[in-house]
T-cell receptor
């Protein structure tokens, strides 16, 4: 089967670092994406991992371990505008499976 | 650069009425196209995807249908809306050579 698990909600403080974990159980793996979605808006692409390891893009980094079926999104120097849902997305063949998302609340 | 359009942005329709949502992509050829639905506070559910004109794959059996009359046009339809069809409908595209998808602005549908 295909299943993606990520926490429902997280809260962090402005300026801090937060790690959002994602585990997946599936087959035919092609890649693991992270998207950001602000309330009422469409998702926007953040990162893509196809090989094991860490991909860094400015304040955002994403890690993948294919053998463990595990990924995380790391957000540094949190800003208030980072308050949003973060979607863990698996791709395999023609399939794209979205996790339910983690709602991140950034407080002052 | 590539652009994806969706309309209308919001829609309120009575139960039993028909539906037609349109999505068009500019700046690319032969994109893979997707329709998703997102219920309030929930994840995205893939409804249909298309790899070419006239080629539609359905992921979830329901009272919705999709068509792709032109290379960069994707239409989501229903003959009779149900209350459960309410949600945020998102169209997305990706180039055949990559995996990342780009989303349109979405249509918020409320069935009353």
């Amino acid at each position: 089967g295909q299943n993606i698990d990520q926490p429902t909600e997280m809260t962090a403080t402005e300026g801090a670092i937060v790690q959002i974990n994602c585990t997946y159980q599936t087959s035919g793996f092609n890649g693991l994406f992270w998207y950001q979605q602000h309330a009422g808006e469409a998702p926007t692409f953040l990162s893509y991992n196809v090989l094991d390891g860490l991909e860094e893009k400015g304040r955002f980094s994403s890690f993948l371990s294919r053998s463990k079926g595990y990924s995380y999104l790391l957000l540094k120097e949190l800003q208030m505008k980072d308050s949003a849902s973060y979607l863990c997305v698996y791709t395999g063949g023609f399939k794209t499976i979205f996790g339910a998302g983690t709602r991140l609340f950034v407080k002052a | 650069s590539q652009t994806i359009h969706q309309w209308p942005a919001t829609l309120v329709q009575p139960v039993g009425s028909p539906l037609s949502l349109e999505c068009t992509v500019e700046g690319t050829s032969n994109p893979n196209l997707y329709w998703y639905r997102q219920a309030a506070g929930r994840g995205l559910q893939l409804l249909f995807y298309s790899v070419g004109i006239g080629q539609i794959s359905s992921e979830v059996p329901q009272n919705l249908s999709a068509s792709r009359p032109q290379d960069r046009q994707f239409i989501l339809s229903s003959k009779k809306l149900l209350l459960s069809d309410s949600g945020f409908y998102l169209c997305a595209w990706r180039a055949g050579s990559s995996y990342e998808q780009y989303f349109g602005p979405g249509t918020r549908l409320t069935v009353t």
